[in-house]
T-cell receptor, first 114, second 110 residues
Framework: EAEVAQSPRYKITEKSQAVAFWCDPI?????LYWYRQILGQGPELLVQ????????DSQLPKDRFSAERLKGVDSTLKIQPAELGDSAMYLC????????????FGPGTRLTVT | KQEVTQIPAALSVPEGENLVLNCSFT??????LQWFRQDPGKGLTSLLL?????REQTSGRLNASLDKSSGRSTLYIAASQPGDSATYLC?????????FGSGTKLNVKP
């Protein structure tokens, strides 16, 4: 069964350092989402792509966060510089294909900023 | 802005009990509603998707219902098992955006 891949699974970084996360959606899924989930809360959307175009990045802290999906396939989310408050789970999801409406999530990247 | 609420925040039941998890939303103009399961430290696993034109979906011991007019959905779990212990989240889609509740943490005691 096709899955959304994410790496790394865990990342520990020091405050002010740069960090990057990678996501490979299910093949053929045009829509890709990056979410941030704080412990005990639901995921909150950071950025949404349709193919290589950004559809919604209204909640992305653009002074330190950036995201790209250059060829409309895999995607990278970067934080520079990282802050203590960025410690969270970063989740990638994709949507499309036969079941157009259903979102499929990757395993997530647990970020700890020290 | 869409607000999604899940009550209760936590639930503990003995094995074998039937249970209902609740999800409410403020804007009834939704495209669909999706229920997820999340194990500690893991990503979200899709359980059921209900399109806005549907009233319920079933998968095994799970049954999800949707009442758009009242802004409510329920997830019914029959004959609960310890392996059902996890956090259950609902998400509603308005246009191209998903809004999540904070989840209900379920503990099924052997």
């Amino acid at each position: 069964e096709a899955e959304v891949a994410q790496s790394p699974r865990y990342k520990i970084t020091e405050k002010s350092q740069a960090v990057a996360f990678w996501c490979d959606p299910i093949s053929g899924h045009a829509t890709l989402y990056w979410y941030r989930q704080i412990l005990g809360q639901g995921p909150e959307l950071l950025v949404q792509f349709q193919d290589e175009s950004v559809v919604d990045d209204s909640q992305l802290p653009k002074d330190r966060f950036s995201a790209e999906r250059l060829k409309g396939v895999d995607s990278t989310l970067k934080i520079q510089p990282a802050e203590l408050g960025d410690s969270a789970m970063y989740l990638c999801a994709s949507q499309g294909g036969v079941s157009v409406s259903e979102q499929y999530f990757g395993p997530g990247t647990r970020l700890t900023v020290t | 802005k869409q607000e999604v609420t899940q009550i209760p925040a936590a639930l503990s039941v003995p094995e074998g009990e039937n249970l209902v998890l609740n999800c409410s939303f403020t804007d009834s103009a939704i495209y669909n509603l999706q229920w997820f399961r999340q194990d500690p430290g893991k990503g979200l696993t899709s359980l059921l998707l209900i399109q806005s034109s549907q009233r319920e979906q079933t998968s095994g011991r799970l049954n999800a219902s949707l009442d758009k007019s009242s802004g409510r959905s329920t997830l019914y779990i029959a004959a609960s098992q310890p392996g059902d212990s996890a956090t259950y989240l609902c998400a509603v889609q308005n246009f191209n955006k998903f809004y999540f509740g904070s989840g209900t943490k379920l503990n099924v005691k052997p």
